[in-house]
């Protein structure tokens, strides 16, 4: 229950509730801004129910509840013949207070349609390899982990950088399952595509 | 080139250096040469060399490319765009010199230019995203134009033409030109032609965005008043999705629309294009009833239509309905939705919108219908606390005792009671443990809200005067942090209670756990900035200083680049959202703030100690005339809620606070702004002045440096009159709202007159410099006075020093950090004067010589020294003691504070447990080892400044 809508510049200023968490990473400007100006309709965010209904003075905006981006993407020449065009979730995260809702796994069904649609082979994503309750959502979504890329997430304060895994789950068009047929070493940042 | 991507800028400088002895004249080696020296710090060696190339107005790739990476390092945009004019020049035909001074021009906003590049593009090469970019370019015109009605009879009218033509030649092939076409027409405000636009042929390549057509559809419709549309398409959308909140409310506001304007359907056709349309309050009861019953049928439990008919209801009784639609008593139904969701985290949030329903009367009776249902075990002892079996039951109870805070159940309480909670509270957080033993690290603990919600309860306590409630909140968010290391609210909460008290140690960690970056340093970097400094930890207070600044330095160049990237894309909508963030950032209070802080910290901690307030200050390219805020568009881009609270709404930050701390605050900065412009004339005026050719020197501009200094402070003197005035309101904040500036202790102090009287002072010399030494008898005693009264107003303000910082009173500590907030103004001004103090010594010490030369050449003994000098001499003298007398205060403090001992402190309160006694003392050591650190740097700094006194003697 809540109203999804683009994101604007004017949400940076107001997504400490969200941001806050260990989890999620707070970029530098330039991520957003090249990603609302390549994709500015793949960036949303969600909102709870907020003051302006309720007169309530002005000044109570309703709280975010989750930010959400995600791509169509693949090598833009012959990524079709190469079966590399894919849906990709850049990021996704949920303010504390609005977990266990299912919204993540409503989001999910939302890309893999899209991706359909558009003709893409598969959806992936990538996760922190600590970040369990994640990883364990997306497997029941029917996400595997297709590989592991080494220190992919770069750490603060002197902790070792963490891998990731790149979890992906084929779309109809993937009639084999190709996409998803795990490698069986893992890969450097700098190797995957 | 290689050398330069590797850093070794000596290496590359070396290279080019070989290749132009073999090539004189290879361009593109010099400009990577001067790229060297700009990385070297060589920035004018490198600008020369670049303009020696700029000259030739080369068009060879490599040096244009070069040059423009040149040039961005140097921060000289605008030179880009000459150089490919003179490119594009001798090649015209170049699509590629084209599009990049089109881009060069969209990096420094020069519209009317990127117009005409992108049409001098088109001409060259017809694609149409280059004919778009024109089109775009008029709409920028149209947004930066001062003039609306320029705006909306040319750039607009004429950006929707050149669409036009394009539309009729049928030659539309993207999304984003048909976006852009929209965008036009929404600023013409020709929002049916938008909505034909939308909904006819072109329309149909709107396919991007979710539900692009059917959004954009409805905010004309909006616009446009049609309200039987909105309401069929808002029915329509919610048959599709019965849970987003946005379309109910459209669907309500039409309804009641349609009421009020007696709309009723057409007989025989179509209720309008869109569809079936509802005008009446029975048909909307229905349909949400239908939406509810739907809902029932659903795999997945929906919030939306529950609290639609909460909407409903408000909606109807705002105008005056009470249940004549039998939609329910609203008690029952949030009964009935706690029962349903009260599992949920986000229960709380969607209630607390509609607890307005409640009649006052029925609050405490509804709290215990919720805990009723409730599955609890045990309780039933006496004085046995009934406890969640599972985390279920646990997110239940959570939610009652969140709302039982929000109706103001606890805020009525009288102390016992309210003690009697917080152990409940406690005693279930840790209960509340067991259940998240696997929680990881990075996760938050279930019950990490009692904890929060008690230590809200003993914050209510201390603001009633109980002193041992904020160690008790300290010790229960030390504990809780130490189950819940990742919890931000713990963390947010502890250092806002640490600052209050006057500690700042442990903040600086607490804040860097909290790993907040870049856009972050604009919304919460206040809670740093606020306290670091006038606290006295001057070294944290530079670096939170710093990692602001970089933040903002950096959003210049950020933005441009992606304005750019937007253009590429096609994303119109975006440019003016970017340049309309760049702006926010720009004239952001905290900017401006950090900025101000930044270079007095500066002077405070170097100026004449290890560089001279000169070079200092020419070294910040500070100058009195200049004032670089923006002070009609300071935006506050502070997040004043992110830390949660509970309360009611008449406890809760209001827009009024908001307000009312942004006046504050700004009116605080001006006060800071003008006394940096103020110190910063001060070495303007002393360049000793030939008494000879004084006159000569009037005419050279320093009379007009004393006009700027003297119109300074006249407008420090109405600052701090507005500030006065601001204060006599006696706003009190909410606890967690926005904190309070530094200006009610600058003011209370007394520093804040020392400082005025220093000026004034500055300005007395001034005077008698002009005037000469011959008949200046009554200049000479109005300084003499007015040294004599600086000496009593700075003791005066270091009496208001005095005191012990933290002492036991009752078993309990209290600490002052009102006496160390007077230290940090105590130091500061005494900086000030020994400012001002050199300046005096520049004027007197010339005189002196000039009569002690008189007084060889007459042989005179009878020459008499004037007053001044004695007065002077008495004053720098007596600084020197009261400095002296200052740091063997600081001393005493040192002792004293390393003597308390913590331990021995008996905390008679009972409440403590034996676990909870380990973290208070945890607690008191820091607040015990923060004041230490405070008072080891503000005495530092001032020994520092003593020794520069010593220099002053004539």
Same mark, same amino acid.
């Given at each position: 229950m809540t109203t999804l809508r683009a994101f604007t510049c004017d949400d940076l200023f107001r997504f400490n509730n969200i941001n806050l968490d260990p989890l999620t990473e707070t970029y530098g400007i330039p991520f957003y801004l090249q990603y609302l100006a390549h994709w500015p309709e793949y960036f949303i965010v969600a909102e709870a129910p907020g003051g302006e209904l309720m007169g309530y003075s002005e000044c109570v905006t309703p709280k975010m509840l989750m930010l959400w981006m995600f791509t169509v993407m693949g090598k833009a020449e012959g990524s079709v013949a190469r079966e590399e065009w894919h849906g990709h979730v850049t990021a996704l995260s949920v303010a504390p207070e609005f977990r266990r809702l299912g919204l993540a796994a409503k989001l999910m069904e939302l890309l893999e349609e899209i991706s359909e649609k558009k003709g893409g082979f598969f959806v992936d994503l990538f996760v922190r390899v600590s970040n369990q309750v994640a990883v364990n959502m997306y497997k029941q979504l029917g996400y595997s982990v297709y590989r592991t890329v080494l220190e992919y997430y770069s750490a603060s304060s002197g902790e070792p950088d963490e891998d990731a895994y790149d979890m992906r789950k084929a779309l109809s068009r993937d009639t084999e399952k190709k996409s998803v047929i795990p490698l069986p070493h893992p890969v450097r940042p700098e190797d995957i595509e | 080139a290689d050398y330069l991507d590797n850093g070794n800028n000596k290496m590359a400088i070396q290279q080019a250096d070989k290749l132009l002895k073999k090539h004189k004249d290879l361009h593109c080696a010099k400009v990577l040469k001067a790229i060297g020296l700009q990385r070297t710090g060589k920035q004018d060696e490198a600008y020369a060399l670049a303009q020696e190339v700029a000259a030739l107005e080369p068009t060879d790739d490599n040096s244009l490319q070069a040059l423009t990476i040149l040039y961005r390092e140097m921060h000289r945009p605008e030179l880009v765009t000459k150089l490919y004019e003179a490119a594009v020049k001798k090649v015209p035909n170049s699509e590629e010199y084209h599009s990049h001074l089109f881009m060069a021009y969209a990096r420094v906003g020069e519209y009317k230019k990127m117009q005409q590049a992108g049409m001098a593009l088109y001409k060259i090469v017809p694609k149409n995203p280059y004919y778009f970019w024109s089109v775009m370019s008029l709409i920028m015109q149209s947004i930066s134009a001062q003039d609306e009605n320029l705006s909306k009879t040319m750039f607009l009218p004429l950006a929707e033409r050149m669409v036009e033509k394009m539309v009729k030649e049928d030659k539309i092939e993207a999304e984003a030109e048909v976006e852009l076409y929209y965008m036009i027409l929404e600023r013409l405000e020709k929002y049916k032609e938008a909505l034909d636009v939308v909904r006819g !042929? =072109?329309? +149909? /390549?709107? $396919?991007? +965005? #979710?539900q692009s057509r059917e959004n954009k559809c409805m905010a004309m419709y909006k616009k446009l008043r049609r309200w039987p549309e909105c309401n069929a398409l808002s029915r329509r959308l919610l048959l599709k999705n019965s849970d987003d909140w946005q379309f109910y409310i459209t669907y309500f506001d039409s309804v009641f629309q349609l009421i009020d304007e007696s709309w009723t359907p057409p007989a025989e056709e179509e209720h309008c294009v869109e569809g079936e349309v509802h005008c009446s309050v029975e048909q909307a009861v229905e349909f949400i009833e239908e939406r509810i019953t739907e809902e029932s049928k659903s795999s997945r439990p929906l919030r939306g239509p529950y609290l639609a008919k909460l909407e409903l209801i408000r909606r109807l009784r705002h105008r005056g309905c009470n249940d004549e639609y039998k939609l329910g008593d609203p008690e029952e139904l949030m009964f009935q939705y706690f029962k349903k969701f009260g599992d949920k985290p986000c229960c709380f949030t969607d209630l607390k919108v509609f607890v307005d329903l409640l009649p006052p009367s029925q609050y405490t009776k509804f709290i215990h219908q919720l805990l009723e249902v409730i599955p609890l075990l045990g309780g039933a002892a006496e004085n046995e606390v009934a406890l969640p079996g599972d985390i279920k039951a646990l997110q239940q109870h959570l939610c009652v005792v969140q709302l039982s805070r929000l109706l103001g159940i606890y805020h009525a309480m009288d102390k016992k009671e309210k003690l009697r909670v917080v152990r409940e509270l406690m005693l279930r957080y840790r209960h509340g443990l067991e259940f998240g033993k696997s929680c990881l690290k990075t996760e938050l603990q279930f019950s990490d809200y009692y904890c929060l919600l008690a230590v809200h309860l003993l914050l209510d306590l201390w603001l009633e005067g109980e002193e041992a409630a904020v160690w008790q909140c300290l010790t229960l968010l030390e504990e809780g942090l130490a189950h819940s290391p990742s919890n931000a609210q713990f963390k947010l909460l502890l250092i806002r209670i640490y600052c209050r008290l006057g500690a700042f140690e442990p903040v600086a960690e607490l804040y860097s756990s909290l790993d907040a970056k870049h856009i972050q340093h604009d919304t919460i970097g206040y809670l740093l900035t606020r306290y670091a400094e006038s606290l006295g930890h001057y070294a944290a207070a530079s670096q939170s200083c710093n990692f602001a600044l970089r933040f903002f330095h950096s959003n210049q160049k950020d933005t441009s680049e992606y304005i750019i990237q937007a253009y590429k894309y096609g994303a119109f909508e975006k440019i003016p959202e970017f340049i309309a963030f760049r702006n926010r950032l720009n004239s952001s209070l905290h900017f401006a703030q950090v900025r101000t802080e930044r270079m007095l910290l500066d002077l405070l901690l170097e100026a004449n100690i290890s560089t001279s307030l000169e070079e200092s200050i020419k070294s910040m390219s500070l100058s009195p005339e200049e004032d670089d805020i923006p002070w009609k568009d300071l935006r506050d881009n502070r997040d004043l809620t992110v830390l949660f609270n509970w309360d009611p709404k008449d406890r809760d930050i209001s827009e009024e606070h908001r307000k009312l701390s942004l006046e504050e605050e700004t009116l605080w900065l001006r006060i800071r702004s003008l006394t940096l412009r103020l110190v910063s004339g001060l070495p303007t005026l002393s360049h000793p002045v030939q008494p000879k050719n004084s006159e000569k020197a009037a005419e050279n501009g320093v009379s007009s440096r004393i006009d700027t200094i003297r119109a300074l402070l006249q407008q420090l003197e109405v600052a701090l009159d507005s500030g006065r005035k601001f204060l006599e309101q006696k706003i009190q904040y909410p606890v967690l709202g926005p904190p309070p500036t530094r200006m009610a202790g600058f003011l209370s102090s007394g520093s804040c007159q020392c400082q005025t009287s220093l000026f004034y002072l500055v300005s007395d010399i001034y005077e008698l410099d002009t005037n000469g030494l011959e008949d200046s008898a009554e200049i000479q005693e109005r300084i003499g006075n007015s040294l004599k009264s600086l000496v009593e107003r700075l003791t005066d303000l270091f009496n208001k020093c005095k005191g012990d910082l933290i002492e036991v009173r009752d078993g309990t500590l209290k600490t002052h950090p009102n006496l160390l907030e007077n230290l940090v103004f105590f130091v500061e001004t005494i900086s000030i004067a020994l400012w001002v103090s050199s300046y005096c010594d520049s004027i007197l010490r010339p005189f002196k010589s000039n009569l002690q030369k008189k007084k060889k050449k007459k042989k005179e003994s009878s020459v008499a020294m004037p007053p001044v000098f004695t007065h002077f001499l008495d004053y720098v003298t007596e600084l020197q003691t009261l400095t002296s007398n200052v740091i063997d205060h600081i001393k005493g403090l040192e002792i004293i504070l390393t003597a308390l !001992?913590? +331990?021995? #402190?008996? #905390? /008679?309160? $009972? =409440?403590? =447990?034996q676990e909870e006694k380990k973290f208070t003392k945890t607690v008191q050591g820091k607040v015990q080892s923060s004041y230490h650190h405070s008072v080891q740097e503000i005495g530092e700094l001032l020994k520092k400044r003593l020794d520069t006194i010593k220099k002053l003697k004539i």
């Open positions: - | !042929k =072109l329309g +149909e /390549k709107l $396919t991007s +965005e #979710l !001992k913590l +331990e021995e #402190l008996s #905390l /008679k309160d $009972t =409440l403590l =447990l």
